[in-house]
């Protein structure tokens, strides 16, 4: 084995113990790839259905999607910050080194997510006056661009734990400009967790189906029928690249790295065969249930698809964790706690989260009820509402 | 040094941080401001049950969500994307003595995103009540955020009593960070005030008094306190740091003089020019206002970063990522044997001969803060130097220049890259 290249750890400890930093990682991670999912896959499928399908139904789930897409990015960049915290206060050594490795690359992620977010605001602002104003390219620039992000983000997590050939990349190329990494190397597990976005978009467009036609009427009910179909297309299709990118990527990992997946790291195992089993279990229920317009074992199938990806998560940080703990210099753990920040930071966070919630149930309310004079325009008069009606 | 260079040809990796922080500071300040004019004014205009000024907060309400949830977010990522690779050494040691700073930041950006949303997207549409709070939320929640990152902000030049203690509140609540947060809040409302003279521009006749006079009921007040602040700030920093905009170093000090100056000037002309003559008001008028403020914000964090050096964090960190504690140790064992990113290969005397170590001498000690050809550019700065300049800089580099760290190197290391420094005005010119 050639000589690792690892900076030595940082002479301030960690400030809480790294069990519970890995617990928020996991935690924060699965926040942020919900909605993230949304945003690529749901992209994914917007703009593919704006270019193939023209039918009322088609362009109102184009519309519907787009309308949630920039408030979805939002949230992606905005959770997105915690996790990415976590792991620098873990794996700091590593990932800081792997970022500089592709410093341009890196960088230049986050001009592609201005680009891809404001034409994601071109993309959904322009259908509010007229659906055939839609501009389309407006979406596969963004598209393209959220797909971008991703593989960097990719690029640089697996770069972090493969620090064997960080010495000689340096020494032949110390700019920063490539990505350092060959694109068969990345390209089976970015994949991979493409096709869970593409899952988790699809498994919401499906629920999405089942939502819109509760609210009544034969035009509703044939949009609920039209995008139960539809996403449960996309989700069969979702579900098979799933499972044979999911083959490709474990067979394309170290031995040592299979090793630990098929046993050798019980909880890896473990959380793999249950990840797999809920996601494929979730995922053909939700599909079953499309078909039959069975509510409720539609929402058991969503549910399954959510604890599937969850299990998947775990085994993501597992399989990181260990493979990253071979790497971490003497003291990269060593601790300092801060407790009593950590505490003022968990009250902060109920309290905002209590806060969260508090407007969202307000507003609701409000949108149902209606009898005070409304915000805007209005003459004051109880239920004017002059821009009602729009999605 | 312990993590590899980035290094950024012609603007250099600190103009890298710089060019993203300022357009950084300039969306977010005006977002914490704007997200108390929004609420206020629109009470207001209940009050005053005027329609078309509700009209027109609407529109400048999507504009803002606009800017600040896209702009500001992404450059605020951009800052810590870019200080990682400039800093990674830096970096660390803030994450790891105030992430749960951060931490309750980011519910705070959670709170800002979700009440920015639903006040955009329920105009007209929920109680005017509810769509007032929901207006405050997002300024509280927003300023909040700015309550947290100050504390590291200001941290990083004077780190005060946690370089004894490294407790968490004795680097937070450190000597700058109340001048400092008055001084932030107080730009903030006037940047809400400018902007809102662009968006006035465009109103009709006697909406445009109006607004005006609203957005000025924000920038001169303002104009009273960051002046203040600004003075207050320079008397809490340390002396030798103090000294250095009163007089001590002329750059610093014209830059600081000048900043407070543009401020005053930038109000003098908002009240003459602007709010005297109301209905004269266009886009060049207002767009002027905010070129003129976007001097004294951009050059006080300019003086903050230049007064700084040679440190990341002030007495602990070098600019080139090293302790200062290890300063000694590295002169001894020398910078190439120390180094773990290097292109050469030769160590002690046997660099000499390797034409790579030169320039991963300078990547070790002068890169952080030059470039060769672009932004504070060595070759220039060593034109005529022959080896006996070369080593007699080196020896004296932070006496020649106080922002200057020492060079650290063996005496073997200075030669070489003094040879290198030299050979810069050779290569075929």
Request: proline share 5%; with cysteine; net charge positive.
């Amino acid at each position: 084995m050639t000589q690792l290249l690892i900076p030595a750890a940082d002479p301030v400890g960690l400030p809480a113990p790294p069990w519970l930093l890995q617990f928020l990682l996991v935690l924060t991670f699965v926040l942020h790839i919900l909605p993230m999912s949304l945003v690529l896959g749901g992209g994914f499928i917007a703009v593919w259905t704006h270019l193939t399908g023209d039918n009322p139904a088609a362009r109102r789930l184009v519309a519907h999607l787009a309308g949630i897409l920039p408030s979805a990015i939002a949230y992606t960049i905005t959770l997105g910050i915690a996790p990415l915290l976590f792991v620098q206060l873990l794996y700091g050594t590593l990932f800081y080194t792997s970022s500089i490795l592709m410093g341009f690359p890196w960088l230049a992620a986050l001009g592609l997510l201005l680009i891809g977010y404001y034409s994601l605001y071109l993309y959904a602002e322009g259908g509010r006056r007229a659906e055939g104003e839609r501009p389309a390219w407006a979406g596969v620039l963004s598209v393209a661009c959220f797909i971008g992000v991703s593989y960097l983000i990719t690029n640089n997590l697996s770069l972090m734990v493969s620090p064997a050939g960080w010495a000689e990349m340096y020494a032949a190329d110390p700019s920063g400009t490539s990505l350092r990494l060959p694109v068969q190397a990345v390209l089976p597990r970015y994949l991979h967790a493409f096709s869970v976005a593409l899952t988790l978009a699809a498994s919401y467009v499906v629920l999405h189906g089942f939502w819109s036609a509760r609210s009544g009427g034969a035009e509703n009910a044939e949009y609920g029928q039209f995008v139960r179909r539809w996403g449960a297309g996309w989700l069969s299709g979702a579900l098979a690249l799933q499972a044979v990118m999911g083959a490709w990527y474990l067979s394309s990992l170290s031995g040592q790295a299979k090793g630990w997946l098929l046993g050798g790291d019980p909880a890896m195992a473990l959380f793999l065969a249950l990840g797999t089993l809920l996601m494929a279990a979730g995922g053909i229920l939700l599909l079953l249930a499309a078909g039959r317009n069975a509510t409720g074992s539609a929402w058991a199938g969503g549910a399954g698809v959510l604890l599937g990806t969850v299990c998947l998560a775990i085994v993501r940080h597992l399989l990181e964790n260990r493979t990253a703990a071979q790497f971490l210099p003497a003291g990269a753990w060593d601790i300092r706690p801060q407790w009593a920040i950590f505490v003022l930071f968990a009250l902060i966070l109920v309290l905002g989260l209590g806060l969260v919630a508090w407007m969202v149930l307000r507003v609701q309310a409000d949108l149902k009820g209606g009898a005070a004079p409304r915000a805007g325009l209005g003459t004051g008069a109880p239920g004017v509402a002059a821009g009602k009606g729009r999605s | 040094m312990n993590y590899p260079f980035w290094e950024v040809p012609i603007l250099g990796g600190s103009l890298v941080i710089a060019i993203i922080a300022i357009v950084h500071v300039f969306i977010s300040h005006f977002a914490v401001g704007t997200g108390f004019f929004l609420p206020l004014t629109e009470q207001k205009a209940y009050r005053e049950g005027d329609s078309a000024l509700l009209a027109y907060l609407k529109k400048h309400s999507r504009f803002f969500v606009l800017v600040s949830l896209v702009g500001g977010a992404i450059t605020g990522v951009g800052i810590w994307f870019s200080i990682a690779l400039v800093s990674p050494q830096a970096t660390s040691i803030l994450i790891r003595n105030f992430v749960w700073g951060w931490a309750i930041e980011w519910v705070f950006f959670i709170g800002e995103i979700t009440s920015a949303l639903l006040y955009v997207y329920t105009w007209e549409k929920v109680s005017r009540q509810t769509h007032v709070i929901l207006g405050y939320v997002y300024g509280a929640t927003a300023w909040l955020s700015l309550v947290i990152i100050n504390g590291i902000i200001t941290f990083m030049l004077t780190p005060g009593r946690w370089l004894e203690t490294g407790g968490f509140w004795d680097g937070f609540f450190n000597p700058t960070y109340f001048p400092s947060l008055v001084m932030r809040t107080a730009v903030s409302f006037a940047l809400a005030g400018l902007y809102a003279l662009i968006t006035a521009s465009f109103q009709p006749g006697e909406l445009k008094p109006k607004l005006v006079k609203l957005a000025a009921s924000y920038i001169f007040p303002a104009g009273l306190v960051v002046p203040l602040a600004g003075l207050w700030y320079a008397a809490m920093l340390p002396p030798q740091l103090r000294h250095l905009v009163t007089g001590g170093a002329p750059v610093q000090t014209n830059l600081f003089v000048g900043s407070l100056v543009v401020a005053v000037l930038l109000f003098v002309y908002v009240y003459f020019v602007i709010y005297r003559r109301p209905q004269s008001l266009n886009l060049a008028s207002a767009l002027l206002a905010l070129v003129l403020a976007f001097a004294p914000i951009g050059g006080l964090e300019f003086i903050r970063e230049m007064i700084r050096k040679p440190y990341v964090i002030t007495g602990y960190l070098y600019s080139y990522q090293i302790f200062t504690d290890r300063a000694d140790e590295l002169k001894a064992t020398g910078l190439l044997a120390s180094a773990r990113w290097k292109t050469s290969r030769a160590v002690g005397a046997a660099a000499t001969e390797d034409p790579a170590a030169g320039a991963d001498l300078y990547r070790l000690q002068c890169a952080s803060c030059h470039t060769i050809d672009g932004y504070n550019a060595l070759r220039p700065l060593v034109r005529g130097w022959d080896l006996d300049t070369g080593r007699m800089y080196l020896e004296h580099l932070d006496q020649v220049n106080a922002m200057m760290p020492p060079f650290l190197g063996t005496e073997v290391e200075r030669d070489i890259l003094a040879g290198w420094l030299v050979q810069l005005n050779k290569e075929g010119r």
